[in-house]
């Protein structure tokens, strides 16, 4: 499996035109990325990004300060 590290402005705009799946990481209280959640980014800002849950079809905010994306 190739994932993109999304990052810049034009990153999250391809992956929300093209649908892509999206794998979103947070940090966990012992300081581990884990994943949270995957699913198709519905919106995104300087500060924030929406992403719309694969399986569930629910929508949740990240931080684009303290989450990294990754494009599958």
């Known amino acids: 499996m190739i994932t993109r590290d999304l990052s810049m402005d034009v990153h999250f705009f391809a992956a929300a035109l093209s649908e892509s799946l999206v794998s979103v990481w947070e940090e966990d209280p012992a300081g581990v990325y884990v994943e949270a959640e ?35």
């Open 38 to 72: 995957r699913g198709f980014i519905d919106r995104y800002t300087a500060d924030y990004v929406r992403v719309r849950n694969v399986d569930t079809g629910c929508r949740t905010h990240y931080s684009r300060d303290t989450a990294m994306f990754k494009r599958i």
